[in-house]
Nanobody
Framework: QVQLVESGGGLVQAGGSLRLSCAAS????????MGWYRQAPGKQRELVAT???????NYVDSVKGRFTISRDNAKNTVYLQMNSLKPEDTAVYYC??????????????WGQGTQVTVSS
């Protein structure tokens, strides 16, 4: 009923920047919290950043001051601007959204993931 499509991943050198986007579509009434998570090989998925419907943000300590999460409610899209990238940021990045459906049901939807690779 709802799809999240991510884009913007790729290969970048350490110190470089990337901007991830995640667009939601489908039977959406409203979107509450949105967030970005990442999973590196052999590691558990971890939260990177979240943003509420009122644009209150939260970041994991390792990305504070380097990453910025934002959203465009008119486009049902969340962004992650990643600056000063480090090799340890290499992971598959997933977006997540808590969606209220047009039927008034609520779901937590995940995107398919986008690879970010930072070379040293």
């Amino acid at each position: 009923q709802v799809q999240l499509v991510e884009s913007g991943g790729g290969l970048v050198q350490a110190g470089g920047s990337l901007r991830l986007s995640c667009a939601a579509s489908g039977r959406i009434f409203s979107i509450n919290n949105m967030g970005w998570y990442r999973q590196a090989p052999g590691k558990q998925r971890e939260l990177v950043a979240t943003i509420t419907g009122f644009s209150i943000t939260n970041y994991v300590d390792s990305v504070k001051g380097r990453f910025t999460i934002s959203r465009d409610n008119a486009k049902n899209t969340v962004y992650l601007q990643m600056n000063s990238l480090k090799p340890e940021d290499t992971a598959v990045y997933y977006c997540n959204a808590f969606v209220t459906l047009q039927s008034r049901g609520r779901i937590s939807q995940w995107g398919q993931g986008t690879q970010v690779t930072v070379s040293s």
